[in-house]
């Protein structure tokens, strides 16, 4: 069989594509719940139901010695939910102090962005982009020549 017909089947081929963005949908509009209403904690939850409908066809295929074969087409159903828990109690977090959670106006999603513009200076911060690299007069400056890896 041409390869270029053969489709692998995991969660980055097209089949996905639907939950995929039905889980992207969910974590934005909890995200926009959280904020909202304060919350600390929310979860979501997928459900993926597989199935089978199998069909018994001709058989053409000639390595194959029966004339009829039974195939089977997967069938694929998903549920995402998502739950927003508003009280107190903190659990463990996966995710990096160093980032905070921002909203992009022009994409209408929320982001994780370094955390800028604080007491705690950072290659972040608004005022670096264009800020100067301050040297020391006075210290020895060394030439480096980087050549063929040496």
């Given at each position: 069989?041409?390869?270029?017909?053969?489709?692998?089947?995991?969660?980055?081929?097209?089949?996905?594509?639907?939950?995929?963005?039905?889980?992207?949908?969910?974590?934005?509009?909890?995200?926009?719940?959280?904020?909202?209403?304060?919350?600390?904690?929310?979860?979501?939850?997928?459900?993926?139901?597989?199935?089978?409908?199998?069909?018994?066809?001709?058989?053409?295929?000639?390595?194959?010695?029966?004339?009829?074969?039974?195939?089977?087409?997967?069938?694929?159903?998903?549920?995402?939910?998502?739950?927003?828990?508003?009280?107190?109690?903190?659990?463990?977090?996966?995710?990096?102090?160093?980032?905070?959670?921002?909203?992009?106006?022009?994409?209408?999603?929320?982001?994780?962005?370094?955390?800028?513009?604080?007491?705690?200076?950072?290659?972040?911060?608004?005022?670096?982009?264009?800020?100067p690299i301050e040297r020391d007069e006075?210290?020895?400056?060394?030439?480096?020549?980087?050549?063929?890896?040496?």
């Amino acid at each position: 069989m041409d390869k270029a017909y053969i489709r692998e089947l995991n969660f980055d081929c097209d089949t996905f594509a639907d939950a995929k963005e039905s889980l992207n949908t969910v974590l934005q509009k909890l995200l926009g719940t959280m904020v909202g209403c304060g919350a600390k904690e929310g979860s979501i939850t997928m459900k993926l139901d597989v199935g089978f409908r199998s069909e018994t066809i001709q058989n053409y295929d000639a390595e194959i010695d029966v004339p009829e074969r039974e195939v089977y087409m997967p069938q694929f159903f998903h549920k995402i939910t998502s739950s927003v828990k508003i009280n107190n109690e903190m659990h463990g977090a996966t995710h990096n102090d160093t980032d905070e959670l921002y909203y992009n106006a022009d994409t209408g999603n929320y982001e994780m962005r370094p955390i800028a513009n604080t007491t705690q200076r950072s290659m972040f911060d608004d005022d670096m982009d264009s800020a100067p690299i301050e040297r020391d007069e006075d210290a020895p400056q060394e030439d480096y020549q980087y050549e063929n890896g040496q």
